[in-house]
């Protein structure tokens, strides 16, 4: 009797994993936000109500997603100029620059690091953001890079503003940027914000004090860097990305992996 092509291609797939020696992602607990933090109102409409189910790490999730770097431009990667021709946008330039490395230590090349934020006025480019900070017509607030093989990512932007968001009263969420990395594979997905030092909104951000720790809380925020700050033009602040593991960059908001 032939057995069917299915159960043959899952048996040998089986067998072939059994012989690869995979890498194994480690899951740390209490390093990212509970899932239903009470400060942030919208958590309890959307955490699940059940323990999670852990899926077994294959082949499929330890490796990929591939990305060509030839997909990416130059220009992506300048949010200062909403496409070749235009004015600049309006606000403080910015230089943000760092390191992409996993738990080890290790550079992480040929990744792609997406960013969105709002503009120097803190309001984004969306239907849904009708506060009325003044939108600006050269700036889409969203670019992307790809790592070069040390690990290395770098964006100009604008400094963007803080803007008030309707979770409680006087409710305003601090400067910040997202970011949405692959990494080497799909089990080191990170969504997450960078912040800005020294900013004064931080003690009344639920999301940012959602992080257990106050020392991880600090992983969010880069650093002003004097040395990569070019005179007359624009500030400069690092901000390295580590991708699971104990070390990691927390996410963004109360999610789990």
């Known amino acids: ?121 803190g309001r984004y480019r969306h239907k849904v953001d009708t506060w009325p900070g003044p939108l600006d017509p050269n700036f889409t607030g969203g670019g992307r890079v790809v790592t070069d093989e040390q690990g290395w990512y770098r964006f100009t932007s604008i400094k963007p503003g803080a803007y008030p968001w309707g979770n409680h009263y006087n409710a305003w969420r601090p400067a910040h940027i997202h970011f949405s990395l692959l990494g080497r594979a799909f089990t080191q997905r990170l969504v997450t914000q960078m912040y800005f030092p020294d900013d004064p909104l931080f003690e009344y951000d639920p999301i940012y004090n959602s992080i257990p720790d106050p020392k991880v809380r600090q992983r969010l925020v880069s650093r002003f860097d004097m040395e990569h700050t070019r005179p007359d033009w624009a500030l400069a602040f690092r901000w390295d990305i580590v991708l699971r593991g104990t070390g990691r960059t927390p996410m963004e908001e109360p999610h789990e992996d």
């Not at 997909?71 to 309006?90: F, H, M, W």
């Not at 943000?96 to 006025?121: C, F, K, M």
């Open 1 to 121: 009797m032939t057995e069917p092509a299915g159960a043959l291609h899952a048996r040998n797939f089986e067998a072939t994993h059994e012989r690869l020696d995979l890498p194994e992602y480690e899951r740390p607990q209490g390093l990212h936000p509970p899932m239903n933090s009470p400060g942030y109102k919208s958590t309890a409409l959307r955490s699940p109500a059940r323990p999670l189910v852990l899926l077994p790490q294959r082949l499929t999730e330890v490796t990929g997603p591939l990305f060509g770097s030839e997909r990416v431009t130059e220009s992506e990667a300048d949010l200062t100029r909403a496409g070749p021709g235009a004015e600049e946008a309006i606000g403080q330039r910015i230089i943000v620059h760092g390191r992409v490395l996993d738990s080890d230590g290790r550079p992480i090349p040929d990744t792609l690091v997406e960013v969105w934020q709002a503009n120097a006025a």
